[in-house]
């Protein structure tokens, strides 16, 4: 069966860490462009990071520049989103989704893709 599974959210304190992973059955991640947004309430969906297929070109939101980092693990067909000094306001639902057909990155704006997670909730909270 063809799909994207999210996984790693939880709840964490402010300045705190976590990673979440996004794990490929049925396709080979290295051949898409992997993107990671999320979405909390009242507050506009945010393509936040990716990893580009092939040579693995990033993109990072200026809102987690610095302190997130993604990675494709192409022997475990998984990739990471690596999240450091964590802070309330990232807080929210991340997705990750898979998109071939588009520009670049695009699969970051969570509009366009070929596959998409459930999603991994991400509490950042004392």
């Known amino acids: 069966q063809v799909q994207l599974v999210d996984t790693g959210g939880g709840l964490v304190q402010p300045g705190g860490s976590l990673r979440l992973s996004c794990a490929a059955y049925?396709?080979?991640?290295?051949?898409?462009?992997i993107g990671w947004f999320r979405q909390a309430p009242g507050k506009r969906r945010e393509g936040i990071a990716c990893?580009?297929?092939?040579?693995?070109?990033?993109y990072y939101a200026d809102s987690v520049k610095d302190r997130f980092a993604i990675n494709r693990d192409d022997a475990n067909n998984t990739v990471y989103l690596h999240m450091n000094h964590l802070t309330p306001e990232d807080s929210g639902l991340y997705v990750c989704?898979?998109?071939?057909?588009?520009?670049?990155?695009?699969?970051?704006?969570?509009?366009?893709?070929?596959?998409r997670g459930r999603g991994t909730q991400v509490t950042v909270s004392a």
């Open positions: 049925g396709f080979t991640l290295r051949s898409y462009d």
């Open positions: 990893v580009g297929s092939g040579d693995g070109a990033t």
């Open positions: 989704a898979a998109d071939a057909r588009s520009p670049w990155c695009t699969v970051v704006s969570g509009q366009q893709y070929d596959y």
